[in-house]
Each structure stands twice: as C-alpha cells, then as structure tokens.
C-alpha cells in the first residue's frame, strides 16, 4: 500500500542521515587538519579535537557551551542530543527529517548567540518544544510528556488545552 511504501522510505531516509552524520562526525573528528563551523554572525559552532589543539586548549568544552542539567550536572553541548529527541517525538508523524534539520539549526542558533558559556537546559527544552509546536501537535506532545514529567491523563488534558483548536490535525 502506499503508506506503507511512505512509511518504509521515510525510515530509509532517517537512516540514511543517521549514517551520513555518523560518517560526518568521524571525518570531523578524526582529520589531522583544524577544522571548525562558525554561524553566520561568526560565532563558533564546533570545532574538531585539531583546532582545540591547534589553538592551545585542552577541551573542547573550552571553546563550547556547557549544558547545566536541571539536577546541576554539566556536559557539552551536543547538536545530535537535540536531533535524535526531535526525531523520537517526531516519530511515525508527517514531518520530514529537512524540517527537523531547519528547527535543530534554530535551537543551535539560538544556544550559540546566547554568547552563554553555561545554558540550563530548560532553556535548551524551552525552544525545542517552540520548534516541535509549530511542526507538529502530537509530536510536541510527546515531547512535553517526558520534558515535563507527565504523571496523570489530567497532566496530557491540561497540555492539550494550551494547544489552538487549528493545530489539532
């Protein structure tokens, strides 16, 4: 049938990126040449283990946002963390992974010209479900259920409340 057929080539299409980052992220990684990605506005955006060292540093952590987690442990900023939840909120739902490529750049975007060396990650959650939204209703719900802990059939009600009658589809 033809979802079925939509269905076997969206997976085939996530993982195809899953597998193209991961090929990426080796490359980046691993080159003997500095290399490192920059917003349009000039900020640094990651920088591979040869850059750090070629500009004296010793961590990475150095030159990148720190995440402050909600029970006060700190860790790298991590682009592929917020790509692999958007794309588990947004499994079996009509988004395309290029929609949730744009939406990871904005949050990305947003961390970076926050010019913040330590960001909570609420912060981080609070654009993520902004951009999950505007995507899609029920993959924002998904979201919103583990973000915010849903314990009860009354926790999903009230998030269903907040949502506009036209995002209902």
Not at 95 to 100: G, T
Not at 136 to 144: C, E, G, S, T
Not at 151 to 160: G, S, V
Request: hydrophobic content about 40%.
């Amino acid at each position: 049938t033809a979802l079925a057929g939509i269905a076997i080539e969206r997976k085939q299409s996530e993982e195809a990126l899953r597998h193209s980052e991961a090929r990426y992220r080796g490359l980046f990684e691993n080159v003997i040449e500095g290399v490192y990605r920059a917003t349009s506005g000039g900020r640094l955006e990651s920088a591979n283990p040869a850059l750090v060292e070629m500009l004296g540093f010793e961590r990475i952590e150095d030159l990148l946002p720190m995440v402050v987690k909600t029970d006060g442990r700190r860790e790298l900023f991590d682009r592929l963390k917020i790509i692999t939840g958007m794309q588990k909120a947004c499994q079996k739902r009509p988004v395309s992974a290029d929609a949730i490529e744009q939406a990871v750049v904005r949050i990305e975007r947003f961390v970076l010209d926050s010019g913040e060396r330590e960001i909570p990650s609420t912060k981080i959650g609070d654009e993520v479900q902004a951009e999950l939204r505007v995507l899609d209703p029920v993959a924002w719900l998904r979201f919103m259920s583990v973000y915010l802990n849903f314990r009860t059939i009354e926790d999903f009600r009230r998030a269903m409340g907040e949502l506009n009658p036209e995002d209902g589809n």
